[in-house]
């Protein structure tokens, strides 16, 4: 039986919903950080502390978003691979146990 090709029409939501989500919270505490600049107060720290975290988490987030990816029907985790991401292709994963390629619907420029 040939591998069976499956989209995966929620991943791209993925990103946009969680990554979005950080965003607007990124923006809340550097607005916060920003109107407190000159007065160094608790405001500040606390705003300052709160946009370092979530800079790094989002980033983090975002490497794994796109480096790992579980199965859709068995839940198995994969790796990006060499073959993930062809030029000019789709980002895929490929799972083994159930002989299916997941393509994520995002091209090489969109991610
Ligand atoms: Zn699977």
């Given at each position: 039986m040939p591998r069976e090709i499956l989209p995966d029409l929620d991943f791209k939501w993925r990103p946009i919903r969680i990554l979005g989500t950080l965003l607007v919270l990124d923006t809340v505490a550097f607005y916060f950080l920003w109107t407190h600049f000159s007065e160094f107060d608790r405001v500040f720290y606390v705003s300052t502390a709160a946009f370092v975290v979530i800079t790094s988490v989002g980033l983090t987030l975002q490497h794994l978003i796109f480096t790992r990816y579980r199965c859709s029907r068995c839940r198995t985790l994969m790796y990006r691979t060499?073959?993930?991401?062809?030029?000019?292709q789709n980002l895929v994963f490929y799972c083994p146990n159930c002989d299916v390629e997941w393509d994520t619907g995002f091209s090489q420029s969109s991610a």
């Open positions: 060499a073959e993930s991401r062809a030029p000019g």
